[in-house]
């Protein structure tokens, strides 16, 4: 399995903030990384694929960067309805597919 | 707009099998990997596996013992079968189209594995 670790698992932070999320790959995975939002019983939504790839609809305040085995999303400037659990996914191995353990963000 | 919708019991015994069915409108299942993801309560995200519209289909090796999942393009609907469940497999199961990412989601069903 490639395993994805995402850092740090929680985080606090202020509306109008810049904040970073980093997922890093036991192995290079060729940029063929998703990143999800999902917010309290709902789905995850995606947010941004290829590693850098704005999904339709998605607020440009969110940027992906990254190559080889780490990966990080940004937002650049924190809104209310950002505070959400964030799941990184590797889709580079179908052995299996695999999900980063999520990333917490709270309101400071 | 697709949209896509679980269906299948809640309440599923030790030992039996759970089944679910996916059915997939405002588009065609056609030329896509359907997934199955779940979601323990409080917890990550975890990969079943997928198939493809020929029936090709990758599943999780963690799990692929018990898994068989299966497309029907008539009825654009693909489904979901997991043998032997325990109270482990206690979860929200979403079914998902993935291609590069998952872009669309059901809204996922609590199935409960208990006596």
């Known amino acids: 399995d490639i395993q994805m670790t995402q850092s740090p698992s929680s985080l606090s932070a202020s509306v109008g903030d810049r904040v970073t999320i980093t997922c890093r790959a036991s192995?290079?995975?060729?940029?063929?990384l998703a990143w999800y939002q999902q917010k309290p019983g709902k789905a995850p939504k995606l947010l941004l694929y290829?590693?850098?790839r704005l999904e339709s609809g998605v607020p440009s305040r969110f940027s992906g960067s990254g190559s080889g085995t780490d990966y990080t999303l940004t937002i650049s400037s924190l809104q209310p309805e950002d505070f959400a659990t964030y799941y990184c996914?590797?889709?580079?191995?179908?052995?299996?597919?695999?999900f980063g353990q999520g990333t917490r963000l709270e309101i400071k | 707009q697709v949209q896509l919708q679980e269906s299948g019991p809640g309440l599923v015994k030790p030992s039996e099998t759970l089944s679910l069915t996916c059915t997939v409108s405002?588009?065609?299942?056609?030329?896509?990997?359907w997934s199955w993801i779940r979601q323990p309560a409080g917890k990550g995200l975890e990969w079943i596996g997928r198939?493809?519209?020929?029936?090709?289909?990758n599943y999780n090796p963690s799990l692929k013992s018990r898994v068989t999942m299966s497309v029907d393009t008539s009825k654009n609907q693909f489904s979901l079968k997991l043998s032997s469940v325990t109270a482990a497999d206690t979860a929200v199961y979403y079914c998902?189209?993935?291609?590069?990412?998952?872009?669309?989601w059901g809204q996922g069903t609590l199935v409960t594995v208990s006596s």
């Open positions: 405002g588009g065609s299942i056609s030329s896509y990997y």
């Open positions: 998902a189209r993935q291609w590069l990412g998952v872009d669309y």
């Open positions: 198939i493809y519209t020929s029936g090709s289909t």
């Open positions: 192995q290079g995975i060729s940029n063929s």
């Open positions: 290829a590693a850098s």
């Open positions: 996914q590797q889709y580079y191995s179908t052995l299996p597919i695999t």
